[in-house]
């Protein structure tokens, strides 16, 4: 009972794939980010909107995955489950953080080299425990939520998701549920149009009429965070309530096309009607995203070479995500020391960066992710209930 109980369900292999896609065109984005004057002059322009993508299939995923199950699994089951799989990459992310933090001294990170050793271990600690820096305890000068990892921002959000999905949103009906995702579009919509309704988006100069931000603990920042959690995720959620999905012949192959279209689209409307970009970024996060999950759901994938790029882009992905971002560090670190390096120079580092930022998320994956998770699932998810129900049945 015990081993049925945890048996994973069958993976939706397109949603996995596409979470690859998208996770290597963060990658890139964050390379490009480098030269960047701005968010209206970044090359692949809306690569920020994968995260919102990005909730938008964990919503789907959750729902498909321990909806049917709360009669057979405690509040407690599912948060271990969750641990299980997420948070050893935490881990792994932040300690790669940590061990680069150094190489990444420049101007632009002016914090670096007055950051003491033991204090850099703290907050090593910090992020290992998915606990948010405070502004005061700030390391490098971004204030973000984490100074070792900055892409860990995102994963705090989706812990506060999966909280928030056990203790509340799952007691949803599913009428209820569709008001509350269409309340929350709400959110997305006062953000994305920078409409402002509560008063806290005047500080963000450096991304009106966009989703961008998240990442810090100001006021501004928590409410985007929220604005750009709650619609994706709890509408992925909704979803896969509704099960109403779309069939596409080579839908995995379609599906990439159009998230990469989406997020390297360059920015619209200019300067002088920015609102213009604002509706785009609504566009995509309330209706094209949503569209995209249920193709993606609703489709199969054939042929060996499909599957096996599919699978690949699918184990990937999260472990790409949440280690990318301390080589970032470096590489801009590495420019602004470099200005009068030749373009070939900083395109060769750039390439070779993205390439070692996906051998050390493979790396990651297989000698130290999978293991882990195996691990804890055999010791701690199946042991427990193992030894929970000998107790039972002693008693």
Not at 150 to 159: F, K, N, Q, R, V
């Amino acid at each position: 009972m015990a081993t049925n109980y945890l048996a994973s369900k069958p993976r939706y292999e397109i949603l996995d794939g596409l979470r690859g896609v998208a996770a290597m065109i963060v990658v890139a984005f964050h390379l490009f980010e480098t030269y960047s004057k701005g968010p209206m002059f970044q090359i692949l322009n809306h690569g920020y909107l994968a995260v919102d993508f990005f909730f938008v299939l964990s919503g789907f995923v959750i729902g498909y995955a321990y909806d049917d199950r709360w009669n057979r699994m405690t509040m407690r089951d599912f948060f271990k489950r969750r641990l299980v799989r997420l948070h050893p990459m935490v881990i792994m992310g932040t300690l790669i953080g940590a061990a680069l933090f150094y190489f990444s001294d420049s101007p632009q990170f002016s914090l670096v080299m007055e950051t003491p050793w033991w204090q850099v271990l703290l907050l090593t600690l910090l992020g290992c425990m998915m606990l948010p820096a405070l502004p005061s305890w700030d390391i490098r000068g971004w204030s973000e939520l984490n100074s070792l990892n900055g892409a860990s921002w995102s994963l705090m959000w989706e812990y506060i998701a999966n909280i928030f999905y056990a203790l509340v949103i799952r007691h949803f009906s599913k009428l209820l549920l569709g008001i509350f995702v269409a309340l929350s579009a709400l959110l997305t919509i006062d953000v994305a149009f920078n409409i402002d309704v509560f008063g806290l988006l005047e500080v963000r100069n450096y991304a009106k009429y966009t989703v961008i931000g998240g990442f810090g603990l100001s006021p501004d920042q928590l409410y985007i965070g929220i604005a750009r959690l709650l619609y994706p995720f709890f509408a992925g959620l909704l979803l896969s309530r509704i099960n109403k999905l779309i069939k596409v012949k080579g839908g995995f192959w379609w599906c990439s096309l159009m998230i990469t279209v989406i997020l390297v689209v360059p920015h619209i409307g200019g300067a002088a009607q920015p609102w213009i970009d604002g509706a785009y970024n609504a566009i995509c996060i309330i209706i094209l995203f949503p569209l995209i999950v249920m193709m993606g759901a609703g489709s199969s994938i054939k042929g060996r070479k499909s599957v096996a790029v599919c699978k690949f882009l699918g184990e990937i992905s999260y472990p790409l995500y949440i280690t990318h971002y301390p080589w970032i560090y470096v590489q801009m670190s590495w420019a602004v020391h470099h200005p009068d390096a030749p373009l070939s120079t900083h395109i060769f580092v750039a390439v070779a960066i993205f390439v070692l930022a996906i051998a050390i998320a493979y790396v990651s994956l297989r000698l130290y992710d999978e293991p882990v998770r195996e691990w804890l699932k055999q010791h701690w998810l199946i042991g427990s209930r193992k030894n929970k129900s000998s107790c039972n049945r002693m008693a």
